[in-house]
């Protein structure tokens, strides 16, 4: 009997559930049409491109499968030309009744010319929002006539051809204790409390700070080498690959070698400059550049090495960095569309080779080597 009373009182609540709760309703329909309530369609057609660039990536085997962006992280939200109006520097962003309110961060330019072709809303995990305006491209840089080489490297960051060094500001190593001290305040925290919840925004602030000051600097080294030159040369690096390495992974990542060529492959083909990539696998660092002599090893200890063949002594990067050049040289002669010597993609072969810089590989023939010496 008790069981029975208790069966009828189940059944009389689940009777009088809201019409919401009903099978013929579907809740997805019910939270597809919330969204398209509440969201603008481009901003949520902007999103399916990005998942169709994400599985496009996947399918050529440049990615891991597709997964949703945690709430914790990096959110941003993409508007096209028609989903939002800016005149006078007013900014109205679609089903939002009242014009988004920002500050300006670049008084060199006047806000109210601006015509953005696309916005860009995002808000960073540690709670601060940012509003990007995408414009059009502006017009190519005038030509200088000149063409460098560049070895990225860990302890500077850069070295090129004509001799200048760019030293690895090392934004990680310098946070490092203070990041692994509010990580461990954090552990200490119970999970779901607002103790917890301080700690997580005050990791994820020290992460931003060190984010933007290795962005700052990217982006001030790869705009000074667009503006100087109108060609730049520089390695397909496996970065990928070396990270696997647990000794120099951090050091490697702090590095952002793969965020700078990002930079200088969009810089590039804004100002109408080139850039060309080598293949990964040519012995820029055993190959004397004044001869063209190849050692047969090289030891990554030695910063100097002699010639034996001609005598010249050299300095590791910079003499890189020049056979990087004439490498470049010799590919754009070759083959004046695209230059690249390496396949990042791996599509032409099913087997990955390592990344290891000491290859026993010898030098291509026709790679011309720059006479003169250093």
């Known amino acids: 009997m008790p069981r029975a009373a208790g069966q009828e009182k189940t059944a009389a609540r689940t009777a009088r559930l809201p019409r919401f ?3 013929t309703c579907d809740p997805v329909r019910v939270r597809t049409a919330y969204r398209c309530r509440v969201y603008p369609d ?7 491109r990005h998942q169709h660039a994400a599985f496009t990536a996947f399918f050529a085997r440049r990615a891991r499968y597709p997964r949703f962006r945690s709430r914790r992280s990096r959110q941003a939200a993409h508007y096209t030309r028609s989903a939002f109006t800016m005149r006078g520097g007013e900014l109205r962003l679609a089903k939002m009744s009242a014009a988004l309110r920002y500050v300006w961060s670049w008084p060199d330019a006047d806000v109210g010319t601006l015509d953005p072709a696309m916005v860009i809303v995002a808000r960073e995990p540690d709670g601060r929002w940012h509003v990007t ?5 502006p017009d190519p840089l005038q030509e200088t006539g000149r063409a460098v080489g560049v070895d990225l490297g860990v302890t500077d960051f850069a070295v090129t051809s004509d001799g200048e060094r760019l030293v690895n500001p090392r934004h990680l190593e310098r946070k490092a204790r203070k990041l692994a001290r509010y990580q461990r305040r954090m552990a200490r ?10 700690a997580v925004v005050k990791v994820a602030r020290a992460h931003r700070k060190v984010g933007d000051a290795r962005r700052d600097f990217l982006h001030r080294a790869s705009t000074r080498l667009v503006r100087e030159h109108d060609m730049i040369v520089i390695e397909d690096l496996n970065v990928c690959g070396m990270v696997r390495n647990r000794h120099l992974a951090r050091a490697i990542s ?4 793969g965020e700078f060529r990002r930079q200088l492959e969009y810089k590039c083909e804004r100002y109408g400059r080139r850039l060309v990539v080598i293949d990964r696998w040519y012995p820029s660092s055993k190959t004397c550049s004044a001869c063209g002599h190849l050692l047969a090893d090289l030891s990554l200890s030695a910063r100097h090495w002699r010639c034996p063949s001609c005598g010249t002594r050299h300095d590791r990067d910079i003499n890189a960095a020049k056979n990087i050049l004439a490498a470049g040289l010799a590919a754009t002669r070759g083959a004046p569309g695209d230059a ?10 099913s087997r990955v080779r390592s990344a290891v810089k000491q290859e026993p590989q010898p030098a291509r023939a026709g790679i011309p080597v720059l006479q003169g010496g250093e």
């Open 42 to 48: 481009q901003a949520q057609q902007q999103a399916l």
């Open 340 to 349: 690249c010597g390496a396949d990042v993609r791996h599509s032409g072969s």
């Open 189 to 198: 925290c119970r999970k779901g409390s607002a103790n917890r919840r301080k």
């Open 21 to 23: 709760f009903d099978q």
């Open 133 to 137: 305006f995408d414009t059009d491209a």
């Open 254 to 257: 702090d590095c952002g070698w």
